[in-house]
Structures are given as structure tokens and as C-alpha cells.
């Protein structure tokens, strides 16, 4: 009775150490698939086949997401300047901070994510474009 418990346990050990192992690789193989800036310049002059547009698409969906992520983060720090204004940015109102500063920023960030997702939906596209053409 005792060997049959360890069996069990020895085989759910063995499987739980697969699936963690399955699970990191899998990840990681994620990660490779955003291109660095560096892989997307000589991408943007290269790719004619459907991985190399998907892979530049890639690299601009998480770009969008970036930019999201920092707009959201201006108009949460705008928020608090809102209720605690600095005393000299009437005077400088695009200075470096102050809900002026937080929001021309928020708002750029969000203008230039919209264009990143254009621009990942535009390599979709010529993936499948491309894929018709194999």
C-alpha cells in the first residue's frame, strides 16, 4: 500500500514538473516573438514572408499596449496635481509637471498608441496578403 503512494505521488510530482517546464518554455517562446527595436528596423526593410510581418505586428501591439499603460499613468498623476496644483505652473503651464504637463502627455501617448495599433492591424494584413500569394 505504501509503494502505490508513492508511485501516485512520484507520478503527479513528474507530471507537475512537465507542466511547469512545458509552461516556462512556452513563455519564453512567447517573449521571442516581439522583435527588439533594433530587429524591427532591419525587419521593416526585409520582411516579405507572413512570420516576418506578424512578428513587426507584434512589436507594435506592445508598443500600443506600452503607450497605454503610460497614458493611463499621466492621467493619474493629472488627477492628483488636479486637487494639489503647484503654485508656479499657471506661470509655466507645460513645465515638466502639473496636470497641463500630465495631460498633453497622456493625450500624446494615446494618439501614438492608436497609430501603433493601426500600423499592427496594417503587418496583419500583409501577413495574410502574403499568405495568399504562397
Known sequence: M???????STAVLITA?????????Y????????????????L????????????????YRH???RLTTDAKDHEEMGAVYKHQPLPYESKHPYGTVG????????DL????AKEAEALATLHEEMA???EKKQ
Open 128 to 130: 495574410k496578403e502574403a
Open 109 to 112: 501617448d494615446l494618439k501614438q
Open 2 to 8: 505504501n509503494s502505490k503512494k508513492n508511485l501516485t
Open 99 to 106: 496636470v497641463s504637463h500630465c495631460h498633453y502627455w497622456a
Open 63 to 65: 508598443e500600443a499596449q
Open 44 to 59: 521593416l526593410k526585409t520582411a516579405k514572408e507572413p512570420p516576418e510581418h506578424l512578428r513587426i505586428a507584434a512589436y
Open 17 to 25: 514538473l512537465f507542466v511547469l517546464s512545458f509552461a516556462s518554455v
Open 27 to 42: 513563455s519564453a517562446g512567447q517573449d521571442q516573438e516581439v522583435p527588439t527595436k533594433k530587429e524591427l528596423i532591419t
